[in-house]
T-cell receptor, first 113, second 116 residues
């Protein structure tokens, strides 16, 4: 099983749609979870951290289910500018290797007019 | 005012050559990283440096050697380049070591390396 798995998409949605991305991770010891956004031929940028109780930032909502080792990202009222690849990221606590982020392959979102 | 900068942006070279990629951060961060993103888009950690000390070397071939003259710079030197080294290399930095939600990693724009 891959360490972080995501549906690669692409997700093609109209403007205004609500879209959800899912991610599963294999290391039950992982403590930190993130969603990064990567535009085409650009660097990844932090979109939001994911907290145990779930958290919301404007149109974006992140949820964590530790029992199922599952993370989700919900985008409401999609904008054209949301088109990007969304990377699910977890930390790797094996052997105390701090600072080691494990990136999923990403889910590509394309928002159409 | 670019926070994390890399040079060059593009690098095209022949197999067997030696090349370097430079990275600088002006954020005052203590920790810097090198990542590799291959053609399948997987982004993988190669190295991290905390206060000029190597912390992680994720089974990277020893042809790759990170060099940090000071905590604002982490350069990547690659010897005897191979076809499989073609990828995008990203430098990143964070305030400290560790992956807490409050320790965001900031990425540079990437260096697209093509080995012919």
């Amino acid at each position: 099983r891959k360490e972080v798995e995501q549906d690669p998409g692409p997700f093609n949605v109209p403007e205004g749609a609500t879209v959800a991305f899912n991610c599963t991770y294999s290391n039950s010891a992982s403590q930190s979870f993130f969603w990064y956004r990567q535009d085409c031929r650009k660097e990844p940028k932090l979109l939001m951290s994911v907290y145990s109780s779930g958290n919301e930032d404007g149109r974006f909502t992140a949820q964590l289910n530790r029992a199922s080792q599952y993370i989700s990202l919900l985008i409401r009222d999609s904008k054209l500018s949301d088109s990007a690849t969304y990377l699910c990221v977890v930390n790797n606590d094996y052997g105390g290797s701090q600072g080691n982020l494990i990136f999923g392959k990403g889910t590509k979102l394309s928002v159409k007019p | 005012d670019t926070a994390v900068s890399q040079t060059p942006k593009y690098l095209v070279t022949q197999m067997g050559n030696d090349k370097s990629i430079k990275c600088e951060q002006n954020l005052g961060h203590d920790t810097m990283y090198w990542y590799k993103q291959d053609s399948k888009k997987f982004l993988k950690i190669m190295f991290s440096y905390n206060n000029k000390e190597l912390i992680i070397n994720e089974t990277v071939p020893n042809r790759f050697s990170p060099k940090s003259p000071d905590k604002a710079h982490l350069n990547l030197h690659i010897n005897s380049l191979e076809l499989g080294d073609s990828a995008v290399y990203f430098c990143a930095s964070s305030q400290a070591l560790g992956t807490s939600p409050y320790n965001e990693q900031f990425f540079g724009p990437g260096t697209r390396l093509t080995v012919l």
